[in-house]
């Protein structure tokens, strides 16, 4: 791997968190999951993948550790290879929308799967429950913000980095 | 109308009949307390005696007596000692009169103050004007 990719990877990860703490006093309002789509299309699933896995271990170091950790060392490579893979077929903003979208509403069906195998498969059933408000906030306001951005910005940034010279898709 | 645009008033439409179906038959329900304890009230002079019967998860008769304020109005005070009731009911305690709330519990004095009564279920916690 060049160093212009390690660097890329770095900048990418940085984006997520500073994304994710932006937004974070907001519970359930999210830019993570626009922008691991929009990287993954933009540069890539092996880049987008190492982005992820730095922002995830950020997150650890940050906050600590949870069962939570988990969790998100499996969802956020899902999206993005979920992603890698219709991006191949489409482009479409809608189509995206919906992916991120499916991918909130079951954010808390996710986690309560962990929740399960830690304490039980009631607390696992009582915590996806309890949250179910939560994911319907999540999958909505992600439908909305992959459907406002995606466009502007997968073109706004496909400009600025081929004037840079950096490779897109 | 824009074709976006639409797509998120739907979207949002949706969330908020989700929402609405989800506070419906899904959201928890307030729960009973699981405790259920019998209050007396006793002040004499003032013919006030009266008997409640009260459901609850409070772990101390202190945090059970402010889940009931608006009906037993109670009043404390703080002292060194801890705090102490001073009224209930309406009628506050005359210091000059050497009268004070006492606490039993099953006809037994309390040896300590509300804050550190236990509630427990079944049991009566009574509560007279006296004097010393």
Known sequence: MKARDITLVAILSASLTAGKIVLMAIPNI????FLMIAFTILFGARKALLAALVFVTTEVLMYG?????????????VLILLTHTIVKQTESEYVFSVLAAIYGFLFGFFFAIFESIFYGVSYGIAYWISGIPFDIVHGISNFIIVLVLFKP?????????????VETR | ?????MWIVIAV?????????YNQYLAPGGQEGSKTVTMEIVVAPEGIEKTYEFKTDADFVYALMMEVESTIKPEFQESSFGIYIT?????TADETK???????????DAVVGVKELPVEDGKTYRFELSTW
């Open chain 1, 30 to 33: 999210e830019i993570v999951t």
């Open chain 1, 65 to 77: 550790f949870g069962t939570w950790i988990l969790g998100y060392y499996i969802i956020w490579p």
């Open chain 1, 153 to 165: 910005l997968i073109h706004s940034l496909r400009l600025i980095l081929s004037k840079w010279h």
């Open chain 2, 1 to 5: 109308m824009n074709k976006k645009v």
């Open chain 2, 13 to 21: 439409l949706c969330a908020l009949v989700a929402l609405f179906m």
């Open chain 2, 87 to 91: 009224g209930l009911e309406g009628y």
């Open chain 2, 98 to 108: 050497n009268e004070f709330y006492s606490i039993k519990v099953n006809g037994e």
